[in-house]
């Protein structure tokens, strides 16, 4: 998450007199997605990236970039990956239900036997593998430590609650294991040694075991704490530990083995620990080094700071020869240079944009919110993460009724009519309104341009419809359905004709609503701006005032004022004229206001907003994964959501 000061564009002439009014050194929060949850895991095996989030995996190929996501199909046990290791051409994978070893280039899963009771994958928040030989792993979890082959679990002496565990480089068979209890040699027989301050470990909990080259001989190192809490290096070589601290000190949040080295991740900076000799001098002014605990000496162990710009919010640290895998929060994975630089490449999914052609955001409160995009299903925010959730079927518009109250408009396939679901309080269940069904007038495969509660309670949906035997064929549209929950109610609206008892004369090519404190309802439609007041339909084009009239949405502010977006710039209306200011003189996409007044705008150059004087820009630089914004939604509580053709964001003013 990034929190920014927005740039300001101002130019051209003055802005009308009236209009919003927003602090004019506004800081925003941006928060961008293309991946509905945190990167938790990642391992390469060959030509392939393995990726685990908070459900599945996929496997990344290399060479074409193609995603398969493995799943029980494939012989995965379980949805939740709590760990991976790589050993060679396999790769072993524990999830919450079992462990499996999968040979890649075979493309065969070996299920291992079922855990003991005591171990408790499925409750397990994550656990450490290491590989321990040919066809083993160690598994380490908060339960203690256990050797894992398709001959069954082996449990080590050791209770303690495991955080890192690494094969031994001395001894066949031998491991090392990083507990919250400290560090523990484990033999061949599975008995534990603690390696206390008296066997040269100064580490009362250890967080990283990782492989680390000290000139010729392969050795350990230990990250943890002592213990007060100080960060403290233990290396262990031939199995004699010796413990350091790191001058100046810098806390590590991650780390992985590297061609030898160590890189660290530090915040959003990367260093390198290697082994420097008579380098550690030479280096001392730009990095940090290794100084005994025992002696104070400075060791020939030295961190230099490698010159990479790390994406936001990483999460894990992957090294494969000369790559870093960097996992994060919310944008997948970046592939990096060892040798620093920025991302050169991403893995990414975008499942939240598939099939994506609008935005709709309905919230019960802050960290409780449903997504819809008009795709397979809607996606619930819980403040940290997405997930797939609704009905089980097209999830076309997410809805927010004045009582908060959450709805959804979903259709069941290729079915010819929608259905309105509510979402059942305190639950994530929906149950479908009783007696409604919505369908286009015309026929066809039902859609929706927008879906809006009026302040009467009533519901307003804009209807589109596509020819069912052209699936990939544009959508028309098709009037108004009024929904009124209180009488089980659909009546649909268009202006087509002379209008019949009951029937307000709406336009039929109607792409977007908005009510006015008047009373008024404003539609954006290709044809112009439309108002209805009184049963009375007035329409503004190319001839009445607009600069185009080609309008694609529509909205009202709480000053009075109305606000349109077109292909050439966004028009405001006055009361009694429509102006185009040339500060918005530019194509928008979408248009929605804040309960502040404020507008935001969805453009080819990012997210905008205007507070009536001047125009400010969320857009690369800050934030944004590509600028290409196509719709933006405001919650009850005035957050922003925006469409991009990339990402799903998040705006908090």
């Given at each position: 998450m990034a929190a920014i000061a927005l740039a300001s564009a101002t130019a051209g002439c003055p802005a009308p007199t009236t209009g919003p009014r927003v602090p004019q050194t506004a800081t925003v929060r941006v928060l961008s997605f293309t991946e509905?949850?945190?990167?938790?895991?990642?391992?390469?095996?060959?030509?392939?990236?393995?990726?685990?989030?908070?459900?599945?995996?996929?496997?990344?190929?290399?060479?074409?970039?193609?995603?398969?996501?493995?799943?029980?199909?494939?012989g995965l046990p379980g949805e939740v990956v709590r760990g991976l290791a790589a050993a060679g051409d396999v790769l072993w994978i524990a999830t919450d239900l079992g462990v499996v070893a999968y040979d890649v280039a075979g493309g065969v899963m070996s299920t291992m036997p079922p855990a003991p009771p005591a171990v408790a994958l499925a409750q397990a928040s994550t656990v450490a593998l290491a590989p321990a030989g040919v066809g083993e792993v160690w598994i380490g979890h908060a339960g203690g430590l256990h050797r894992v082959s398709a001959s069954g679990w082996v449990s080590a002496e050791l209770s303690a609650p495991v955080a890192a565990v690494i094969a031994s480089p001395d001894e066949a068979g031998a491991a090392w294991a990083?507990?919250?209890?400290?560090?523990?040699?484990?033999?061949?027989?599975?008995?534990?040694?603690?390696?206390?301050?008296?066997?040269?470990?100064?580490?009362?909990?250890?967080?990283?075991?990782?492989?680390?080259?000290?000139?010729?001989?392969?050795?350990?190192?230990?990250?943890?704490?002592?213990?007060f809490g100080r960060q403290r290096f233990a290396i262990g070589v031939g199995g004699r530990w010796t413990s350091y601290r790191l001058l100046p000190d810098a806390?590590?949040?991650?780390?992985?083995?590297?061609?030898?080295?160590?890189?660290?991740?530090?915040?959003?900076?990367?260093?390198?620990?290697?082994?420097?000799?008579?380098m550690a001098r030479a280096l001392a002014?730009?990095?940090?080094?290794?100084?005994?605990?025992?002696?104070?000496?400075?060791?020939?162990?030295?961190?230099?700071?490698?010159?990479?710009?790390?994406?936001?919010?990483?999460?894990?640290?992957?090294?494969?020869?000369?790559?870093?895998?960097?996992?994060?929060?919310?944008?997948?994975?970046?592939?990096?240079?060892?040798?620093?630089?920025?991302?050169?490449?991403?893995?990414?999914?975008?499942?939240?944009?598939?099939?994506?052609?609008?935005l709709s955001v309905a919230c019960l409160a802050r960290d409780d919110c449903w997504i819809a995009t008009g795709a397979r299903s809607a996606w619930h925010w819980d403040g940290a993460a997405f997930a797939r959730g609704g009905p089980d079927v097209v999830a076309l518009a997410a809805?927010?009724?004045?009582?908060?109250?959450?709805y959804m408009l979903h259709r069941s396939g290729d079915q010819p009519t929608m259905s309105l679901a509510r979402l059942r309080p305190g639950d994530l269940t929906w149950d479908d309104v009783p007696g409604i069904a919505i369908a286009p007038p015309g026929g066809g495969l039902p859609s929706v341009s927008f879906a809006r509660f009026a302040r009467d309670g009533r519901l307003w949906i804009g209807l589109l419809a596509r020819e069912r035997s052209d699936a990939a064929g544009d959508l028309d549209s098709d009037g108004v359905a009024l929904v009124d929950l209180g009488r089980g109610q659909v009546t649909y609206h268009a202006a087509s004709g002379a209008p019949a008892p009951g029937v307000m004369p709406i336009p039929r090519a109607a792409l977007d609503v908005d009510f006015a404190d008047d009373g008024a309802v404003w539609f954006a439609t290709l044809a112009g701006a439309v108002r209805l007041r009184r049963d009375r339909l007035q329409i503004w084009d190319e001839t009445s005032g607009l600069e185009s009239e080609l309008v694609r949405a529509v909205a009202a502010a709480p000053d009075g004022g109305v606000y349109i977006a077109t292909g050439v710039g966004v028009g405001r209306w006055t009361g009694t004229a429509w102006q185009f200011p040339r500060t918005l003189g530019y194509p928008a996409w979408d248009v929605a206001t804040g309960p502040d007044g404020a507008l935001w705008l969805a453009t080819a150059r990012g997210v905008a907003v205007y507070d009536g004087d001047r125009l400010r820009r969320i857009d690369m630089r800050r934030g944004l994964i590509d600028n290409q914004v196509l719709d933006v939604a405001v919650d009850h509580v005035g957050r922003v959501w925006a469409r991009t053709e990339q990402s799903l964001v998040l705006v908090t003013p």
């Open positions: 509905p949850a945190a990167v938790a895991h990642v391992a390469r095996v060959g030509g392939h990236v393995f990726v685990a989030g908070a459900r599945g995996l996929q496997q990344w190929e290399l060479a074409t970039g193609t995603l398969l996501p493995l799943s029980a199909d494939h990083g507990t919250d209890a400290g560090l523990w040699k484990i033999d061949p027989s599975g008995r534990a040694t603690a390696i206390g301050a008296d066997g040269g470990s100064a580490l009362a909990r250890v967080r990283m075991l990782l492989p680390l080259t000290v000139g010729d001989v392969q050795a350990v190192l230990a990250v943890g704490d002592d213990d806390r590590w949040d991650a780390a992985t083995a590297s061609g030898g080295s160590v890189v660290a991740r530090v915040g959003r900076e990367l260093v390198r620990m290697t082994h420097g000799g008579g002014r730009v990095g940090a080094r290794l100084v005994s605990l025992a002696s104070g000496d400075a060791s020939d162990i030295v961190v230099e700071p490698i010159a990479a710009t790390l994406p936001v919010d990483p999460t894990v640290v992957v090294g494969d020869g000369d790559d870093l895998w960097i996992g994060t929060r919310t944008l997948g994975v970046a592939r990096m240079a060892r040798g620093g630089g920025g991302p050169r490449a991403w893995l990414r999914t975008g499942e939240m944009l598939t099939d994506a052609h609008g809805v927010r009724r004045a009582d908060g109250d959450v």
